[in-house]
């Protein structure tokens, strides 16, 4: 099916590990975005990307790294897992930013031990 | 700086009620606002989006409406049912130099049977 898929869904590591989750879309967005979702916080946005090759800090991006080498992945890693990187990952696209609708995929909750 | 308030951040209905959900931001200089659902352990589904020069927006038994004058827009449940039951969210498009998605808390709503 079309859409936005990630993975894994679920996953614990240890704190000092690194940790990929993937994202990947398939209807060619230009626009993607890593959000994490936190209870008092809502959803933060963590790093975006308007193509393949550029992407772009959010409000919390400290201790994550994304790639978006192909316009479908979206990439994100955590290069040395922290207890505060414990929470939920979405990933999102969008056709384009500001005017259009935005879709996200179903999740990836990580726990940092 | 763009603040986005949803009020209550949880509501209990019978089923059947029309209900109305608030969500009010501090700044009128907006692209537009969109309604989200997320059902538990799921990612946001998008419901309506209302352009800046638009005044609502309707798609079945929902109604957005916007008055970007006075920072606010409602979403309008009519004869909620049991699957209603969600967090809904709503989140502002920034216009001018700030041009981010700023999100609400959500407000968490359990239609009763």
């Known amino acids: 099916d079309a859409g936005i898929t990630q993975s894994p869904r679920y996953k614990i590591t240890e704190t000092g590990r690194q940790v990929t989750l993937m994202c990947h879309q398939t209807?060619?967005?230009?626009?993607m975005f890593w959000y994490r979702q936190d209870l008092g916080h809502g959803l933060r946005l963590i790093y975006y990307?308007?193509?393949?090759?550029?992407?772009d800090k959010g409000e919390v991006p400290d201790g994550y790294v994304v790639s978006r080498s192909k316009t479908e992945n979206f990439p994100l890693t955590l290069e040395s897992a922290t207890r505060s990187q414990t929470s939920v990952y979405f990933c999102?696209?969008?056709?384009?930013?500001?005017?259009?609708?935005?879709?996200f995929g179903e999740g990836s909750w990580l726990t940092v031990v | 700086k763009q603040e986005v308030t949803q009020i209550p951040a949880a509501l209990s209905v019978p089923e059947g009620e029309n209900l109305v959900l608030n969500c009010s931001f501090t700044?009128?200089?907006?692209?537009?606002l969109q309604w989200f659902r997320q059902d538990p352990g799921k990612g946001l589904t998008s419901l309506l989006l209302?352009?800046?020069s638009q005044r609502e927006q309707t798609s079945g038994r929902l109604n957005a409406s916007l008055d970007k004058s006075s920072g606010r827009s409602t979403l309008y449940i009519a004869a909620s049912q049991p699957g209603d039951s969600a967090t809904y969210l709503c989140?502002?498009?920034?216009?001018?130099?700030?041009?981010?998605?700023?999100w609400g808390l959500g407000t968490s709503l359990a239609v009763n049977p």
């Open positions: 999102a696209s969008s056709p384009l930013t500001g005017g259009n609708t935005i879709y």
């Open positions: 209807w060619s967005h230009s626009y």
């Open positions: 990307s308007a193509a393949a090759d550029i992407t």
């Open positions: 700044d009128s200089a907006i692209y537009n």
């Open positions: 209302i352009q800046s």
């Open positions: 989140a502002v498009f920034n216009a001018g130099n700030n041009r981010k998605l700023i």
